[in-house]
C-alpha cells in the first residue's frame, strides 16, 4: 500500500471558531451576576482569559470545555482499531459501512510494523491477495456484501466521520496516547492532538497521556515515561 | 422588571460553519468508498447535499447529525425553568451558580403571565421585595450566600451557558415547543430554534414540536393542532 | 462448528427483582405527594401497577423506565456483530480482548447462512483453518496477539458481558428486530427479548421492531410487515 | 418540621444480587477464551473475585462495574440540593413535580444549621408560612400549580427515585462527599453510601471523597483532610 506511510489520514474539518473564548465565557457564568451575553461581547483579553481557564481545569470542572466540538475525518485505519474508537460514547460517530460498501479488488488494508520486520510482509499481503479473491468470488455468486465480509480481516481499513467536544478529547489523549494502547489508535489521536494544537496551542498542556495528568502511570506494565504508583 | 418583555434574553454565539455540508459528509461516508475528505472536500452542490440529508432523516438515521453543535448563552430564565432544562443530558451546561454568586438588592425574576391577569402583580412584586429583604438581612448577618439562597423562590433567575448537538436540538424541540410545555421553557426553545433557522433555513422543518414530527399528539391532553391517536 | 446452531448463547445473570414495582415507583413519584418509599412498600396491586406504567409509556415518558438495568453475558456472536452492537452508547459492554486473549489452534467463527446455501461451505472452512495457521505462525515467531490478529477475519466471533437498562433496551429492540437489521444481531437480540418476556411478560408489547411502535416501516426498503410511510 | 431531623429520608429498593461476582465476572470476560457465561457458573471464591476486581479498578478499567445499578427512593431534600442531583448526567431520576402535584397547606422544607445557629429560625419559619399562605391564596383564584409554585422557595423538599451504576456512584462519592459539597447532598450521599457498603463492605475503599481517591486535595480552598496540591 503506497499510502500507508501518511497513515491513518486525519483532517479536522470542523471546530469552534474560538474555543478559549467559549470555554472563559462559560466558566465566568458560573461565579459572576454578569449576563453571559455580556461576559462573551466584552471577554477580549487573551491572557486574562487563559488563566482563568487554566485555574478552572485544574480544580476539577471540567464540564465548562464540553462547549467546544471538533470534528475530525479519518481514513487509513483498521477495523481493529475502529472497533476500539468506537468504544468512546461520549463521541459521536459516522462510519464506513461494509455492509452497504461492496470492496472493489484488493480492499486497503494495514500491515503493522512487528509484521514487516520479522519478514512477514511478503506472506502478508498475499495473504491479503488470497482474502480479496475469495470476498470477490463470492460477491460476484451473489452473496449479499455484508455475509462475504465474513473473510476480511481486521486489518482491512474504514473510514469515518468523528466528533468529540474538549472534554472528550481530553480523556481520549489521556487514554490513547499512552504507550500501552494499540500503535495505530495512538498515532490516529496523536494526529488529532496536534491539529487542534495548531489552532490553540495552549491545549498542548491538556492532550496529553493520562501519565502526564496523573503524575504517576497507573498501568500494571509502565514504559518508564513516570514512576509506577506503588 | 423592566427588560421582561424581552425575557428570555437567547444568543446563538457558536455553532459549525457549515452544517449541511458536515451533515451530507457525515451521510455520505456510511456509503462510499471514497475517504470522507474527499467528500468534505468536493461537498458544493448544496441542493444536492440537501436532498441527501433529508433522506437519511427521513429514514431515522439521526446519529449523523450529532457532529454540529450549537452553543447559546441563555439569561432571564427562572430557576424553575432551568431546573427543567438540566434534565436534557445530553445537553452541556455552565450555570451561574447561587451558592458563590451573592444577590445584591433585588434578584431579578420572572413574573408568569397569570399571575399578573389575575391581579396578583402587586402582591407579588412586595412578596418578592421582603423576600430579597429577608435574604440580605441574613446575608448581612454572615449567613453564607449558599445558605440564604434557601429563601429565594423559583421566580428568581438564572444564567447559562448551554450547548446541544443537532440531533439533541431536535428532540429539544420536539418536547418542548409542545403547548403542554411550561410557558418559559417554549418561548426559550423558540428563541433558539429561530436564531439556529436564521442561519439555515432548511433546520424549520425539524425543529418543530412533536406533534409535527409524529403526524398525531400523544400527550394526555392535546392542543387540537394534531388529532390524538386512540 | 458444531455448536453453531444454538449461537449466539446469550444468558439474562441479572435484572431488578421487580422490574414493574420499580416503574411503578418511579412513575407515581412524578405526580405523587407520597413519598417514594412509601409509594414502593405499599406497591402490591399488579394490575393496578401495570396499568399506570403503559398509560405513562404511552405518553412518551419513557424516563422512568431507565430504573431497571438487564445484565446478559453473549458468546458466539462474529466480530462483524459486536462492532456494530457496541454502537449502542447508553449499554456498557465489557468485551474479551483481541489484543489479550491469544486464539490457540483453530479460532471460533460464524458461517452466514447464505454462505452454506450457495454451496462456500468447505472453501470458507479451509480458508479459516489457512487463516488460524498463518495466525498461530506469525504467534510462533514472537508477533505480539495484537497484531498477528490483523489476519483475523469479521467471522471470528468474541464475547461480552453486556448491560442496559429497559428504555434502551426498548430501543435495541425496535432498532435491531427490524428485518433490515444484521442477520445475528437479530437473533441475539430476539433472544435477549425473550429471556427478559419470559420473566415479565408485559414486556412484549414494548420489545418488537420499531414498524410495530411506529404503525408503519420507516426503512427505504421495507419487509412488508407495516405498510410504508409514504 | 419535626421529622427534619432525619432528613434526607434515602432507601436503597433494588440492586443486582452479587455486584461482586458480576463485576468479576465482566473482568475476567476481557482477559479470558472462556465463555463469559461459564465465568459466571464457576465464580465462586469470594476472595479471589476481589483480587481481581480490585487489580482491575486499581488499572483505571472502570467500565467494568457500569454493570451493577443502584435504585434509591430520596424524600426531604431542597429543590436546591436536586438542581444540583439531576447535573449528573449519568444518572436517571423521576422526580415529583410541582408542575403537576399541587402543595397542600404548609409545605415541607429545609433549614440550613447556619441560620438555625444564627437564630434566625423563627423568622425563617414564618417566612414559610406566608410563602404558603400566598401560593394557597393564588391556587384559590384558579392560578395553575406551575405558575403559584414560582413563589415557592429553593428550600421546598422534593422527592425522588434515582438510579445509578456504580462508576457513577463512586464519581458521585468522589464529588458529593468532599466537605466543599452543599450540606444536604453531602448528608444524602453519605445515606446512600452507607445502604451500599451495608450490602458490599468492600465498597468502603471505594465510596470516598474525591481527595481519598486522587491522594491530595484539587479545591482551591481545601478542609485539610489531605494536602492540596500545589
Known amino acids: 500500500m503506497t499510502q500507508e ?4 489520514i486525519v483532517n479536522l474539518i470542523s471546530m469552534p471558531e474560538n474555543p478559549l473564548k467559549t470555554i472563559y465565557a462559560a466558566c465566568r457564568t458560573c461565579y459572576s451576576a454578569d449576563y453571559p451575553i455580556n461576559i462573551w461581547e466584552n471577554a477580549t483579553d487573551n491572557e486574562k482569559m487563559l488563566k482563568l481557564v487554566k485555574r478552572v481545569l485544574a480544580s476539577g470542572h471540567h464540564s465548562t470545555i464540553e462547549h467546544c466540538q471538533y470534528v475530525f475525518t479519518i481514513s487509513g485505519v483498521s477495523r481493529a482499531c475502529t472497533h476500539q ?23 486497503e488494508y494495514i500491515t503493522p510494523n512487528t509484521i514487516k520486520k520479522a519478514g512477514f510482509e511478503a506472506e502478508y499481503d498475499e495473504f491479503m491477495n488470497k482474502t480479496a479473491e475469495f470476498y470477490e468470488k463470492m460477491i460476484n455468486q451473489g452473496i449479499p456484501a455484508e455475509d462475504a465480509r465474513f473473510v476480511l480481516p481486521n ?4 473510514s469515518l466521520v468523528a466528533s468529540l467536544n474538549l472534554r472528550e478529547f481530553i480523556h481520549l489523549a489521556n487514554i490513547r496516547l499512552c ?3 494499540q500503535h495505530e489508535i495512538r498515532i490516529m489521536v496523536k494526529k488529532m492532538c496536534d491539529l487542534a494544537i495548531e489552532k490553540d496551542s495552549w491545549l498542548a498542556e ?4 493520562k501519565c502526564e495528568a496523573l503524575g504517576h502511570c ?3 506494565r509502565g514504559c518508564g515515561r513516570k514512576p509506577q504508583k506503588i
Open 179 to 181: 504507550t500501552n494502547a
Open 218 to 220: 497507573d498501568e500494571i
Open 206 to 209: 491538556y492532550l496529553v497521556p
Open 155 to 158: 486489518a482491512a481499513t474504514s
Open 5 to 8: 506511510k501518511e497513515f491513518p
Open 85 to 107: 474508537l468506537v468504544r468512546h460514547r461520549h463521541m459521536s460517530f459516522s462510519q464506513k459501512s461494509q455492509r452497504y460498501v461492496t470492496e472493489k479488488g484488493l480492499f
